[in-house]
C-alpha cells in the first residue's frame, strides 16, 4: 500500500503512520520528495485497508499496489488455465460451445435436444432444472427429476452436462446426480455464501456475470470460489443492463479482451441471454469468438415455437448446425479450432 501525506503533516503525523504499518507485521519505506512525503508499506498489504489511513492526520490518500483478487488474477500466473471437463479442455486452442434448451421439459424434448446437440457437433450440453426466474409464477424448472432427464439424454452421448446451482442445499444433490459444471447464474453472481460452497467441491464452476457487475467484482466473486480451494473456474458474459431497451441485454464484448488480460482462466460468452433473439444469437456468437472468447453457452430447443422458458432466443436445431459451421472461419482467423 501506498500512503501519500499531506504537504502540512508533522513528524508526528508521519510516525504515526510508521507505527500502524508496523503494527499490522509490515514494514515501511518513506520517501521524502521536494513537496510530499509518500509511504510504501512493504508486507501482505491485505491486512491493510486505505480507510484506516485516510482518516488519520496528515494523510491525504492511501491505495492499495496488488489486485485485491490474488488466485484468479493474471499476476498468480502466467499462461491461460485450461479447465478440463471429462477430458474436454475449455481454454485452449478449441473454442467449446455449451448447447441446449434454457429449461429442463420432458424426456422426450431432451432426447431430441441432445441428439441435436451432439450431430451439431457441440461436446458439451446444457439445460436448467433449478430456473431463477422474474416471476413467481412462471416455470420454476422440474427441480431434481430435471437432473436426471438432463443426464439420461446427454450420458449415452458422451455431452457433459452444464446446469445451473440456485440454492445450496441443492449441491448434494448436483454430486449425486454427477452434474459436470455447475452454473453460477447472473442473480447469484454475489450469492457469496453459494459462491464458498461451490469453492470447497471439485467440479467445474461457469460463473456468470451479474446483471450489473463490474469486471472487479465480478473478479472478486470468482476469488470467492478460488479461495475455497476450487480453481476450475470458467466466466461467463451474458450482457448487462444499459439505458438501451431494443435487446434483452447489451452483450460486453469489450469485456472479453478485458477480463483475459485480469485473468488466466477461461471466459466463455452466452449470445443468447445478451440478444434475448435468436436471430440475434449467430452474430452476437461469432463477434465473441473473434474479441477472444474461449467458448459459448448457446441456448437450442428442438421446438423453439413450443419452449417452455425462453422460446424466443432459442436456436433451432438447424440453426446451431449452421452456427457451428460458420464459427470454423472465424476460430481459424483468431487462431483457433473448433
Ligand atoms: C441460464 O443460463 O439459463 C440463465 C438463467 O442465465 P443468466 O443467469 O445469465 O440469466
Ligand atoms: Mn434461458
Redesign the pocket.
Known amino acids: 500500500m501506498i500512503i501519500v501525506m499531506q504537504h502540512t503533516a508533522s513528524a508526528a503525523d508521519l510516525a504515526a503512520v510508521v507505527d500502524k504499518i508496523r503494527q499490522a507485521g509490515l514494514s515501511e519505506h518513506v520517501s521524502r520528495g521536494a513537496e510530499r512525503t509518500i509511504v510504501g508499506a512493504i508486507g501482505d498489504e491485505r491486512a491493510l485497508s486505505p480507510a484506516q489511513f485516510e482518516l488519520m492526520p496528515g494523510v491525504e490518500r492511501a491505495m492499495h499496489v496488488v489486485k485485491p483478487y490474488r488466485i484468479v488474477s493474471r499476476e498468480s500466473r502466467e499462461g491461460n488455465t485450461v479447465v478440463k471437463v471429462r477430458g474436454i479442455p475449455i481454454g485452449g486452442e478449441a473454442i467449446q460451445v455449451i448447447a441446449g434448451p434454457?429449461?429442463v421439459e420432458t424426456p422426450e424434448q431432451m432426447d431430441a435436444a441432445a441428439e441435436a446437440v451432439r450431430a451439431a457437433g457441440c461436446r458439451l450440453m446444457?439445460g436448467?432444472a433449478f430456473?431463477?426466474r422474474t416471476s413467481p409464477y412462471a416455470f420454476q424448472g422440474l427441480g431434481i427429476s430435471g437432473l436426471a432427464y438432463l443426464q439420461n439424454a446427454a450420458r449415452p452421448r458422451q455431452l457433459p452436462i452444464v446446469t445451473?446451482l440456485m440454492d445450496v442445499r441443492m449441491l448434494e444433490v448436483f454430486l449425486e446426480y454427477d452434474v459436470d459444471v455447475i452454473?453460477i447464474?447472473?442473480?447469484?453472481m454475489q450469492n457469496f455464501d453459494l459462491l464458498k460452497e461451490v469453492g470447497k467441491v471439485n467440479k467445474p464452476v461457469i460463473l456468470?456475470?451479474g446483471?450489473s457487475a463490474t469486471l472487479s467484482e465480478w473478479l472478486m466473486a470468482a476469488e470467492y470460489i478460488a479461495a475455497g480451494g476450487n480453481h476450475n473456474i470458467i466466466f461467463?458474459e451474458?450482457?448487462i443492463r444499459t439505458f438501451e431497451t431494443a435487446y434483452r441485454n447489451v452483450l460486453d464484448i469489450t469485456a472479453i479482451p478485458a477480463l483475459k488480460r485480469e485473468t488466466h482462466l477461461p471466459v466463455i460468452v452466452?449470445p443468447?441471454?445478451a440478444g434475448g433473439k435468436a436471430w440475434m444469437v449467430p452474430s452476437l456468437a461469432l463477434a465473441a469468438v473473434a474479441a477472444g472468447a474461449d467458448g459459448l453457452?448457446v441456448?437450442m430447443h428442438p421446438k423453439p415455437c413450443e419452449a417452455w422458458?425462453?422460446a424466443d432466443q432459442a436456436l433451432t436445431p438447424q440453426e446451431l448446425t449452421t452456427l457451428m459451421s460458420s464459427l470454423r472461419g472465424v476460430a481459424a482467423a483468431v487462431g483457433r479450432t473448433l
Not at 447464474?185 to 447469484?188: F, V
Open positions: 434454457c429449461s446444457r436448467g430456473k431463477p445451473e452454473q447464474g447472473a442473480r447469484n456468470k456475470r446483471l461467463c451474458r450482457g452466452d443468447s441471454h453457452l441456448e422458458c425462453d
